[in-house]
């Protein structure tokens, strides 16, 4: 079931599961819902106490998870229409032509097709091609500046992602947004360093809060850019 309470200005939505377990537990998921996991017995009058208290810890474990909610609206794929691309904006311009090609020319992202209405496909893998070789040119350094904490990611691998940045999975394989390739580089080299972190601290404790703090000391604006950028 799903409940909500009430903890100063802000409303925290959470899915209540009854279960035969001793403890109630709480678990803020990388999309930010909560869940709460409770004893067949329990009042929900005590899951909202526990709730409230907890809920420092709640919002804060929300505020770390690198999510975002779409709001903009679409972009189209016609000429004029404007598009990111490492954080800067620039103007399609469509042309016809037989031999298909994307390419920043001045303030335009200049697409050459044989319909127009395969620019969408087009920008869509020039984009894709543009994260593989800028995120591992980016992570390169940052991957080498980690190894003094021997930790080392398997792999780093692109996928998307509807509302993550990045994440990090069990087995250290770092998994990044295309979609981050329309932020500025220093929006990238956070959410890689994020995930860096997580090889050491798999959870966002107090200790990988002072690891990331250490190792990129304006985490915040970039944070905070990326969110307004691209939500």
Same mark, same amino acid.
């Given at each position: ?21 001793? +403890? ?14 409770? #004893? ?15 809920? #420092? ?43 298909? +090609? ?14 127009? *209405? ?5 920008? *869509? ?44 999975? #069990? ?61």
């Amino acid at each position: 079931m799903t409940e909500a309470i009430q903890f100063g200005s802000r409303k925290i939505d959470f899915r209540l599961e009854y279960s035969n377990r001793k +403890s109630l537990g709480i678990t803020v998921t990388p999309e930010m819902n909560v869940l709460v996991k409770a #004893p067949i017995e329990t009042s929900m009058e005590k899951v909202k106490e526990k709730l409230r208290k907890k809920a #420092p810890w709640i919002i804060k474990q929300q505020s770390f998870f690198l999510s975002f909610q779409p709001k903009t609206p679409a972009r189209k794929f016609i000429s004029g229409e404007t598009h990111l691309y490492l954080g800067r904006q620039y103007r399609l311009k469509i042309l016809s032509g037989k031999t298909e +090609s994307v390419k920043l020319k001045g303030k335009f992202i200049e697409v050459v097709a044989a319909d127009k *209405s395969n620019a969408k496909q087009l920008v *869509s893998e020039w984009y894709l091609q543009n994260a593989k070789t800028k995120f591992h040119s980016i992570a390169k350094p940052l991957i080498e500046k980690f190894r003094k904490h021997k930790v080392e990611p398997s792999s780093i691998v692109l996928r998307e992602m509807p509302t993550r940045w990045g994440s990090c999975t #069990p087995n250290g394989k770092i998994i990044l947004n295309p979609e981050l390739i329309k932020a500025p580089k220093g929006c990238i080299e956070y959410v890689i360093i994020h995930e860096l972190c997580h090889l050491i601290h798999h959870d966002h404790t107090q200790k990988f809060l002072d690891l990331q703090t250490k190792e990129v000391r304006d985490w915040e604006k970039w944070k905070t850019k990326l969110e307004k950028l691209l939500a």
